[in-house]
C-alpha cells in the first residue's frame, strides 16, 4: 500500500515545478517564497512517510520534518508580505527567530518526550498559517483578488485543522508526527489553486496596467500630432479631423457654425524690430487669449504664422461681438506686456452657410479681416 503522506509529497514537487515555471515567466519574488514552501512540506511529508525502528532517529527526523512544516509556513507570510513585487529584506529578528526555531526543534527530540516536540511544532505552524491566512484575506480586500481570498480562507482552514490536531494530541498518541488528513490534503489543493490564481490576476494587472499606459501614451502623441506647440491652440491638422464632422453636424442638424479669422497687425515689423522671441510671447499671449474667450463647444486654431481661426458654435452676430471682444481684451494685454501700440488684432468673421460650407465661410472671413486690416492699420 503507497502511504498517502509519499503521494502528497510528490504532489508538492509538482507544484513547485508548476510555479518554478510560473516564477520564469513572471519573475515575482513572491513566486519564490511559494516553492520554497512547497517544497519543504514535500520535504517534511516524505521524512513523515517512512517508518523509523530507532527511537533516537524517529526523534530526529520528526523534529526535522515539523522544523520543514515551520518554515514552509513562514515563508507562505513573507510571500504576501513581498506582494506583488517588493522584496522582504530579511531583518535580524527573523534570523534570530529562524535560528531558535531550528534549534529547538533539532535539539528538543533529545530532551523531551516526541509528543510535546510534536504538540509545539503543530501550534507554531498552526499560529504562521493563521498569520499568513490573514495577510492573503487583507490582500484580496485590497486589490479585490480571488486568488489571495482562495489562498487566506484554505490557509485559515487548515491553521484551523493544526489547532484542532493539537487539542487531540493532548488526549490521543500521534505515533511519529501529526496526521495527514483527507480534509488537509483538499484544503492544501485548494490553496495550490489559489496561488495560480494569483499569479494569473497578477499578469492580468500588469497588462491592464501596460494598456492603460499605452493608451495614455497614444493619446498624448495624438494631442502632441493635433496641438501647436507655442500656443497651445489646435493646428491645421486637427482642422482636417473635425472640418468634414463639423460641416455634416451644422447641415444635419442646423446649428449655428461661425467663423472668425485673426490677423495680428505689423507682426513682421515687431519680429524685425524686437527680434523673434518677442514675436513668439506675443503669439503665446494671443494663444492663451483665444483659449480663456472660447467655450468647450469651440476650437480655437492657428491657421499658421501670426494667423488664427476661432470655429464658434453660434450665430454670425455673436461672433462679431466676440471677435469685437477679443480685439479690446487683446489691447489690454498689450498695454500690460509692454508691447509696440502699433500692434493689434485684425478680424473677420462670416457665417457657415449649410450649401456652401465651411472653406467658403473662412475665405469670407479672410476677406473681411483683410478688410478690417485696412481700415485700422492701412497695410
Known amino acids: 500500500m503507497i502511504e498517502p503522506r509519499l503521494i502528497s509529497a510528490y504532489a508538492a514537487l509538482l507544484a513547485a515545478a ?31 512517510a517512512r517508518s523509523y525502528t530507532d527511537a533516537t532517529l524517529e526523534g530526529v527526523l520528526t523534529g526535522l520534518a515539523l522544523l520543514f512544516t515551520v518554515f514552509a509556513a513562514g515563508l507562505m507570510r513573507l510571500a504576501v508580505e513581498s506582494f506583488p513585487q517588493h522584496v522582504v529584506r530579511w531583518k535580524g529578528q527573523r534570523l534570530v527567530l529562524l535560528s531558535a526555531a531550528a534549534l529547538w526543534f533539532l535539539v528538543s527530540p533529545f530532551v523531551l ?26 490582500l484580496a480586500r485590497q486589490v479585490r483578488s480571488a486568488g489571495a481570498l482562495v489562498m487566506g480562507v484554505g490557509l485559515t482552514l487548515i491553521a484551523v485543522g493544526h489547532l484542532i490536531a493539537a487539542l487531540m494530541s493532548l488526549f490521543l498518541d500521534l505515533g511519529t508526527g501529526p496526521r495527514l488528513s483527507g480534509a488537509t490534503i483538499v484544503t ?8 495560480h490564481i494569483l499569479v494569473f490576476e497578477d499578469m492580468t494587472d500588469e497588462l491592464r496596467l501596460a494598456n492603460r499606459r499605452l493608451a495614455g501614451a497614444n493619446e498624448e502623441v495624438r494631442r502632441l500630432a493635433i496641438t501647436d506647440a507655442l500656443t497651445g491652440c489646435h493646428n491645421r491638422r486637427f ?32 519680429n524685425d524690430s524686437l527680434g523673434h522671441d ?45 471677435a469685437a471682444n477679443l480685439k479690446a481684451v487683446f489691447d489690454e494685454e498689450r498695454i500690460g506686456a509692454g508691447l509696440p501700440g502699433y500692434l493689434g488684432l485684425s478680424v473677420g468673421v462670416a457665417p457657415v452657410s449649410p450649401d456652401e460650407g465651411l472653406r467658403a465661410a473662412i475665405r469670407a472671413a479672410d476677406g473681411q479681416m483683410y478688410g478690417d486690416k485696412l481700415s485700422t492699420s492701412g497695410v
Open 18 to 48: 508548476m510555479l518554478t515555471v510560473l516564477y520564469l515567466y513572471r519573475g515575482r519574488s513572491f513566486v519564490v517564497y511559494w516553492i520554497g514552501s512547497w517544497l519543504l512540506v514535500a520535504g517534511a511529508l516524505g521524512v513523515m
Open 113 to 138: 518526550q516526541l509528543s510535546t516536540v510534536v504538540l509545539t511544532g503543530i501550534i507554531v505552524t498552526a499560529l504562521l498559517l493563521a498569520w499568513s491566512g490573514v495577510g492573503y484575506l487583507q
Open 188 to 195: 492544501t489543493l485548494f490553496v495550490a489553486l489559489g496561488m
Open 239 to 270: 482642422f482636417d479631423e473635425v472640418e468634414r464632422r463639423e460641416s455634416e453636424r451644422h447641415r444635419r442638424y442646423g446649428t449655428p457654425l461661425s467663423v472668425v479669422f485673426i490677423d495680428v497687425n505689423h507682426f513682421k515689423r515687431l
Open 278 to 322: 518677442r514675436g513668439d510671447e506675443v503669439l503665446w499671449m494671443i494663444g492663451k487669449l483665444l483659449e480663456g474667450q472660447v467655450r468647450q463647444s469651440d476650437y480655437a486654431i492657428r491657421w499658421g504664422g501670426d494667423e488664427f481661426l476661432l470655429l464658434l458654435s453660434c450665430g454670425e452676430d455673436e461672433a462679431r461681438s466676440k
